[in-house]
């Protein structure tokens, strides 16, 4: 008997020591980037605030604009008030980036790619209902919309939505179901369809159906259809964010791709907004207000410029005016009633966009 | 706990048991459990409604006739590969061996991009096909590549033991009865590597059923023709739709689970007739 | 025997007499199959990655895995496998123990519990662990109260790797402990050996290559996981990204040879296990052979 306890507490003893070895590796790691940033920061000692961090949630295509953009803002922070800022990116499909922060991701703000995302976590009263009115510009810095990316010289002729529909013409997208940005490439279609025909919605409909039949392969992200585009070499055109589009350009080289604007897309307004619960749990509300109000000087809105992101700021949109045609947009407001009416109309399970790829209908 | 089994004279059935019971509930019994919990928050129309939608059953199909497929050629090529490996010498064998359990290994991002970029019609192995007129990537051909490669170690490392202790005077005998080669084979060896390629076949066809990582790049995700099941859970998800993503990963683990318990009840069953024979 | 079972090669079956084994022309096209079929499906994979990889030399290549997010990443997959990794040994030696040493009711639907997480959708183990301990979650308003973070963290992505993980060892030591019986443990504990006493002198000697072969698997698993540990880990750059997070990460930021590089450093490490491995058994068979005098 004696014995059987002696062995019990052995074990709950090499457990123990175990699992404290464990969490002791993962104190150290977890301490890691703290005292990082501790040991960068003496040199600004005798500032009186201590360095703070913020976690900015965003999707995808915004890796390149964030990354100079976090530069200019700490610098800016720092001259400011004399406070070293460390910004943490986290990139992902917009969807599955919303649904990380409702599930207990702290962060303290949030730039995904459609107001539908935010709206998801403000239903799960982690950010104000209003959040929409807390920046200017329905809390849009930026704008982007969708073009056509296709192949040097256009051997397929591309120049509207109508071409994609052609005999013989393979369209990259990704899909809607998964992807942000695929959801504004659909409506896009589908506004264009409607115009058209003059409001009529079947024929709408038989005009997405038939251009998601002309797409081979649905991958689930923005960059995941760019790369089976670009490097796969699959397809005849890619739809895509224009930052998307002018991107590819720069890092695979102008002389591989052409940029087509159709004569009508969609003002895909990629909106941000501060976590309320989570800046409010850190004490960071300040800084994360300070982050995003600073996206609409005038030094960022050219960091957005130069990032293929249309600027919002009248001034700098001038300056860029060569870089972005101009051509009409639709608005999810004024043309498909808002997100949520969007959503729930084409993209729910069994919205339009189910139905396109049910047998039979 | 004297008496409900036969008394042993080895010490810490207990507390091994006890350790083993409690470790498995908190790692892997109490979290599948929320899918049930979480399922049960659905009534039953909406469940089902969940999981009888066209689109799922069809993305059902798919995982399971490639998932079988993959473990098919994986029984076949896999006990080829533990045949040879076991059996014969040849230069640079003990390499190979190490490299059936690479796909353990390899993140399954990386296979899967890896194999879409051979087998992509601008791949080292697809621009070979193409003019042929044969698709790999983005068909239900690639899926079958990709699974085939996750699902090989299983395979070869559940038969290559078994081959390693076949009793060689049973086949000698049968050799000195006057039987062919092929004879002996079908009629001596084969009996013998029918439970461990069983069971090789089912962890390799579950695990084929799950997999996610590496599909995904290659499959091409087109709605009822090349989309998968676990895809599916990942679609649900993002539409905030966590009821219907556990429902459908309800179905898929009670598939799972019943196939390994099938698979275990068959080696028992075998196992006894061997003690008992 | 002993020792036997677990998946060595040893040299004694393939030296066989020649009625016993085929004909030259049917054992090299075999072979030729066998090494196609390899070369074809796990080859050609490992190949265009460090093709990849060293496209643009060996200076981007160092450039690309010594950086700084590279280095973190590392560092957290190297942590998560030492948490994960011993304390699922410790589980399947006990685990082992008393599935194949004693006898009673349930076994098969035990063995199969420890089997279902080689068969769960890598989705729904990482989904599990949110639907346990997410914001939204059964646990979640208690963590949050008590400011304890699981998923998204460092624990989280432990948890998930341990689940993915969980049988590899077991696996390995169970149907070799149940070929190995009880009675050499048995004769000890008559000769009056105490409990730990017969399972460091009689057990582990006995399993302790085919323990080494699990321990080696589910470390090569541990640290390569992607869909399980994509699902909890929340992806903030230099501090939950874990090597695979890491490779997608930059694969998704065109940064391809740098994404092929990373994931060679994780093909070097499941190298490294695997030659490991491939010592640890040619050490082994030199034991058994030198032991048992080579009665095969």
Same mark, same amino acid.
């Given at each position: 008997?004696?014995?059987?306890?002696?062995?019990?507490?052995?074990?709950?003893?090499?457990?123990?020591?175990?699992?404290?070895?464990?969490?002791?590796?993962?104190?150290?790691?977890?301490?890691?980037?703290?005292?990082?940033?501790?040991?960068?920061?003496?040199?600004?000692?005798?500032?009186?605030?201590?360095?703070?961090?913020?976690?900015?949630?965003?999707?995808?295509?915004?890796?390149?604009?964030?990354?100079?953009?976090?530069?200019?803002?700490?610098?800016?922070?720092?001259?400011?008030?004399?406070?070293?800022?460390?910004?943490?990116?986290?990139?992902?499909?917009?969807?599955?980036?919303?649904?990380?922060?409702?599930?207990?991701?702290?962060?303290?703000?949030?730039?995904?790619?459609?107001?539908?995302?935010?709206?998801?976590?403000?239903?799960?009263?982690?950010?104000?209902?209003?959040?929409?009115?807390?920046?200017?510009?329905?809390?849009?810095?930026?704008?982007?919309?969708?073009?056509?990316?296709?192949?040097?010289?256009?051997?397929?002729?591309?120049?509207?939505?109508?071409?994609?529909?052609?005999?013989?013409?393979?369209?990259?997208?990704?899909?809607?179901?998964?992807?942000?940005?695929?959801?504004?490439?659909?409506?896009?279609?589908?506004?264009?369809?409607?115009?058209?025909?003059?409001?009529?919605?079947?024929?709408?409909?038989?005009?997405?159906?038939?251009?998601?039949?002309?797409?081979?392969?649905?991958?689930?992200?923005?960059?995941?259809?760019?790369?089976?585009?670009?490097?796969?070499?699959?397809?005849?055109?890619?739809?895509?964010?224009?930052?998307?589009?002018?991107?590819?350009?720069?890092?695979?080289?102008?002389?591989?791709?052409?940029?087509?604007?159709?004569?009508?897309?969609?003002?895909?307004?990629?909106?941000?907004?501060?976590?309320?619960?989570?800046?409010?749990?850190?004490?960071?509300?300040?800084?994360?207000?300070?982050?995003?109000?600073?996206?609409?000087?005038?030094?960022?809105?050219?960091?957005?410029?130069?990032?293929?992101?249309?600027?919002?700021?009248?001034?700098?949109?001038?300056?860029?005016?060569?870089?972005?045609?101009?051509?009409?947009?639709?608005?999810?407001?004024?043309?498909?009633?808002?997100?949520?009416?969007?959503?729930?109309?084409?993209?729910?399970?069994?919205?339009?966009?189910?139905?396109?790829?049910?047998?039979?209908? | 706990?004297?008496?409900?089994?036969?008394?042993?004279?080895?010490?810490?059935?207990?507390?091994?048991?006890?350790?083993?019971?409690?470790?498995?509930?908190?790692?892997?019994?109490?979290?599948?459990?929320?899918?049930?919990?979480?399922?049960?928050?659905?009534?039953?129309?909406?469940?089902?409604?969940?999981? &009888?939608?066209? *689109? /799922?059953?069809?993305?059902?199909?798919?995982?399971? @006739?490639?998932?079988? =497929? +993959?473990? %098919?050629?994986?029984?076949?090529?896999?006990?080829?590969?533990?045949?040879?490996?076991?059996?014969?010498?040849?230069?640079?064998?003990?390499?190979?061996?190490?490299?059936?359990?690479?796909?353990?290994?390899?993140?399954?991002?990386?296979?899967?991009?890896?194999?879409?970029?051979?087998?992509?019609?601008?791949?080292?192995?697809?621009?070979?096909?193409?003019?042929?007129?044969?698709?790999?990537?983005?068909?239900?051909?690639?899926?079958?590549?990709?699974?085939?490669?996750?699902?090989?170690?299983?395979?070869?490392?559940?038969?290559?033991?078994?081959?390693?202790?076949?009793?060689?005077?049973?086949?000698?005998?049968?050799?000195?009865?006057?039987?062919?080669?092929?004879? &002996?084979?079908? *009629? /001596?060896?084969?009996?013998?590597?029918?439970?461990? @390629?069983?069971?090789? =076949? +089912?962890? %390799?066809?579950?695990?084929?059923?799950?997999?996610?990582?590496?599909?995904?790049?290659?499959?091409?995700?087109?709605?009822?023709?090349?989309?998968?099941?676990?895809?599916?859970?990942?679609?649900?998800?993002?539409?905030?739709?966590?009821?219907?993503?556990?429902?459908?990963?309800?179905?898929?683990?009670?598939?799972?689970?019943?196939?390994?318990?099938?698979?275990?009840?068959?080696?028992?069953?075998?196992?006894?007739?061997?003690?008992?024979? | 025997?002993?020792?036997?079972?677990?998946?060595?090669?040893?040299?004694?079956?393939?030296?066989?007499?020649?009625?016993?084994?085929?004909?030259?022309?049917?054992?090299?096209?075999?072979?030729?199959?066998?090494?196609?079929?390899?070369?074809?499906?796990?080859?050609?994979?490992?190949?265009?990655?460090?093709?990849?990889?060293?496209?643009?030399?060996?200076?981007?290549?160092?450039?690309?895995?010594?950086?700084?997010?590279?280095?973190?990443?590392?560092?957290?997959?190297?942590?998560?496998?030492?948490?994960?990794?011993?304390?699922?040994?410790?589980?399947?030696?006990?685990?082992?123990?008393?599935?194949?040493?004693?006898?009673?009711?349930?076994?098969?639907?035990?063995?199969?519990?420890?089997?279902?997480?080689?068969?769960?959708?890598?989705?729904?183990?990482?989904?599990?662990?949110?639907?346990?301990?997410?914001?939204?979650?059964?646990?979640?308003?208690?963590?949050?109260?008590?400011?304890?973070?699981?998923?998204?963290?460092?624990?989280?992505?432990?948890?998930?790797?341990?689940?993915?993980?969980?049988?590899?060892?077991?696996?390995?030591?169970?149907?070799?402990?149940?070929?190995?019986?009880?009675?050499?443990?048995?004769?000890?504990?008559?000769?009056?050996?105490?409990?730990?006493?017969?399972?460091?002198?009689?057990?582990?000697?006995?399993?302790?290559?085919?323990?080494?072969?699990?321990?080696?698997?589910?470390?090569?698993?541990?640290?390569?996981?992607?869909?399980?540990?994509?699902?909890?880990?929340?992806?903030?750059?230099?501090?939950?990204?874990?090597?695979?997070?890491?490779?997608?990460?930059?694969?998704?930021?065109?940064?391809?040879?740098?994404?092929?590089?990373?994931?060679?450093?994780?093909?070097?490490?499941?190298?490294?296990?695997?030659?490991?491995?491939?010592?640890?058994?040619?050490?082994?068979?030199?034991?058994?052979?030198?032991?048992?005098?080579?009665?095969?």
């Amino acid at each position: 008997m004696k014995s059987k306890i002696y062995r019990t507490l052995i074990l709950i003893a090499i457990i123990a020591l175990l699992t404290a070895c464990g969490s002791g590796g993962g104190n150290g790691s977890g301490n890691g980037p703290s005292t990082g940033s501790g040991g960068a920061s003496s040199d600004a000692k005798q500032e009186s605030l201590p360095p703070v961090e913020l976690l900015n949630v965003s999707y995808d295509p915004t890796r390149e604009l964030y990354e100079a953009y976090n530069e200019l803002f700490a610098e800016y922070w720092l001259n400011e008030k004399g406070q070293k800022v460390t910004i943490k990116q986290s990139h992902g499909g917009s969807g599955k980036q919303a649904r990380s922060v409702i599930d207990g991701l702290e962060a303290d703000v949030v730039t995904l790619a459609l107001g539908y995302d935010i709206d998801a976590i403000a239903d799960a009263g982690l950010i104000s209902p209003d959040w929409q009115s807390q920046f200017d510009l329905n809390s849009s810095p930026y704008t982007s919309t969708i073009v056509f990316l296709v192949r040097e010289g256009n051997p397929k002729g591309i120049k509207d939505w109508d071409d994609l529909i052609k005999e013989g013409v393979e369209v990259i997208t990704p899909n809607p179901k998964t992807s942000g940005g695929a959801r504004w490439n659909y409506l896009a279609a589908w506004g264009y369809a409607l115009k058209k025909s003059g409001g009529d919605e079947a024929y709408a409909q038989e005009f997405v159906k038939e251009l998601f039949k002309h797409v081979p392969v649905l991958d689930s992200g923005a960059r995941g259809a760019t790369t089976t585009f670009v490097e796969r070499k699959i397809g005849d055109v890619l739809l895509a964010w224009e930052n998307e589009a002018f991107l590819s350009l720069k890092e695979f080289g102008e002389d591989q791709f052409d940029i087509v604007t159709p004569s009508l897309s969609i003002l895909a307004e990629p909106p941000v907004a501060i976590v309320d619960k989570v800046v409010d749990k850190r004490g960071t509300r300040e800084v994360a207000e300070a982050y995003l109000n600073y996206l609409y000087t005038e030094e960022a809105q050219k960091v957005i410029g130069e990032n293929f992101y249309r600027p919002t700021l009248p001034s700098v949109a001038e300056q860029f005016k060569d870089v972005f045609v101009d051509v009409e947009l639709l608005t999810i407001d004024d043309d498909f009633g808002g997100w949520r009416a969007a959503q729930e109309k084409h993209f729910a399970d069994g919205g339009i966009f189910d139905q396109i790829y049910t047998p039979g209908s | 706990m004297k008496g409900s089994r036969k008394a042993s004279v080895l010490p810490g059935f207990g507390l091994s048991l006890g350790f083993t019971v409690l470790y498995l509930s908190l790692i892997v019994i109490i979290p599948l459990a929320s899918v049930l919990i979480k399922t049960a928050g659905m009534s039953f129309t909406e469940f089902w409604a969940a999981v &009888t939608n066209a *689109r /799922v059953l069809a993305a059902y199909k798919l995982s399971f @006739l490639t998932a079988f =497929f +993959a473990a %098919a050629v994986n029984a076949v090529f896999g006990l080829l590969v533990a045949w040879v490996l076991v059996r014969y010498r040849f230069p640079g064998k003990r390499l190979i061996d190490s490299i059936v359990d690479l796909p353990f290994a390899l993140p399954t991002a990386v296979a899967g991009i890896a194999l879409t970029s051979i087998y992509a019609p601008t791949g080292w192995v697809g621009s070979l096909l193409e003019p042929l007129g044969l698709k790999i990537a983005y068909t239900p051909i690639g899926i079958t590549i990709a699974l085939v490669f996750i699902g090989l170690p299983f395979v070869v490392r559940t038969v290559q033991p078994v081959l390693q202790d076949l009793d060689k005077d049973v086949e000698e005998a049968a050799v000195m009865l006057g039987a062919y080669r092929w004879r &002996t084979f079908r *009629r /001596v060896i084969l009996p013998e590597l029918i439970p461990p @390629l069983l069971t090789g =076949f +089912a962890l %390799a066809f579950a695990r084929g059923i799950g997999e996610y990582g590496s599909v995904v790049f290659i499959s091409g995700n087109m709605p009822m023709r090349t989309e998968i099941a676990p895809l599916l859970i990942m679609t649900k998800l993002e539409q905030f739709d966590y009821a219907g993503a556990t429902a459908i990963a309800l179905v898929m683990l009670v598939i799972s689970f019943s196939l390994l318990l099938l698979i275990n009840y068959m080696q028992w069953r075998y196992s006894r007739r061997v003690q008992a024979g | 025997m002993a020792g036997a079972i677990h998946a060595h090669l040893s040299d004694a079956a393939s030296d066989r007499p020649a009625h016993a084994t085929e004909s030259r022309g049917v054992r090299i096209a075999l072979i030729t199959v066998a090494l196609l079929f390899l070369a074809l499906i796990i080859l050609l994979p490992l190949i265009s990655v460090i093709v990849e990889a060293l496209s643009q030399g060996w200076r981007v290549y160092v450039e690309s895995i010594t950086e700084k997010d590279a280095l973190s990443a590392l560092r957290l997959t190297l942590i998560t496998a030492a948490i994960a990794v011993p304390l699922n040994t410790v589980f399947g030696i006990a685990a082992a123990w008393a599935i194949a040493k004693f006898k009673f009711r349930g076994k098969n639907v035990l063995i199969t519990l420890i089997d279902l997480p080689f068969a769960v959708s890598p989705v729904i183990s990482g989904l599990i662990f949110v639907l346990l301990f997410g914001a939204q979650g059964l646990l979640g308003p208690w963590l949050a109260a008590h400011d304890i973070k699981v998923i998204f963290a460092l624990p989280g992505i432990v948890l998930a790797t341990i689940f993915v993980t969980f049988p590899f060892v077991a696996r390995e030591l169970i149907p070799l402990m149940q070929t190995q019986g009880v009675q050499e443990e048995e004769a000890a504990a008559t000769l009056g050996a105490k409990g730990w006493q017969i399972f460091w002198r009689v057990t582990l000697p006995n399993i302790k290559w085919g323990l080494l072969y699990g321990i080696i698997l589910c470390n090569a698993r541990a640290m390569g996981e992607f869909g399980a540990v994509s699902v909890v880990s929340g992806h903030i750059r230099g501090q939950t990204n874990t090597l695979p997070l890491h490779v997608e990460i930059l694969y998704n930021e065109y940064q391809f040879t740098a994404s092929f590089a990373v994931a060679s450093l994780l093909v070097l490490l499941a190298l490294v296990t695997l030659v490991v491995k491939a010592i640890v058994e040619w050490k082994s068979e030199q034991r058994s052979a030198g032991s048992e005098g080579g009665t095969g």
